[in-house]
């Protein structure tokens, strides 16, 4: 009955929780604490993480004075939270990201190349080729192909191009071996992984690094819009 309370109030708002409602749909509640009309919901991926609804400075002051020793990792928070989360300990790291969403209404076309579910087999391969290994483990990209959707393209055996989720549901980990790029293949990985979300009737979106130009280019091109700015933060 509480769960329903919680996931009655987070829905009532899809779009400002589309992050936190992702993650729940693939990973238990472990607990979560209440302040007026603020949430603090915490739940385990890779790590313990601290998901926070809230539009009110008040009452993240006071939900955080009581229980942010919970946790050192929060998920998706906006910029405003970043101060009030500060006062509880060190910057350890953060990843900033833009949240682009797609409308269910956007057309896109099919892919012209066949693409591959990917096999967990390749975690190793795929985080070896990542440019964010800090914010990544092997468990965790084997974790992602396991769970959830994931697109690959190969060619004579070798996989070139690849996309999968985040723990929140959101497109991501869009990569292209350098000798393999400008052939569509990124275009046609991103293609594939909406197809199979609009088959499951779920909401596409996608984090993008501010300075990854080729990916924002890529989502605008086929109908993303910005839809906010969103950091994942990790205390000392």
Known sequence: ???NTLFSFLNSNPTKNIAILGFFSNHPVKEYFNE???????????????HISS???TELSLILAKYHKKTKYYFSVEDWMIPIILKY?????QMITNR???????FTDLPKFDAHRIDKKYAGYLYNNSDYKKFLTIK???????????AGIFVNNILVAWGFTHDDGSLGFLNVIEEYRNKGYGTDILLS?????????????GNIIPGNIASTKLVTKLGFKLDCKTTWIKLK
């Open 1 to 3: 009955m509480m769960h």
């Open 36 to 50: 007026g009309k603020t949430f603090l919901i915490l739940g385990k991926s890779d790590y313990l993480w601290a």
């Open 55 to 57: 539009s009110s400075e």
């Open 89 to 93: 300990g060190t910057l350890d790291w």
């Open 100 to 106: 682009f969403v797609l409308d269910e209404n956007v």
């Open 140 to 150: 965790y990209i084997e974790d992602r192909l396991i769970k959830d959707i994931s």
């Open 193 to 205: 992984l909406i197809q199979m979300k609009r088959k499951q009737k779920q909401t596409v979106f």
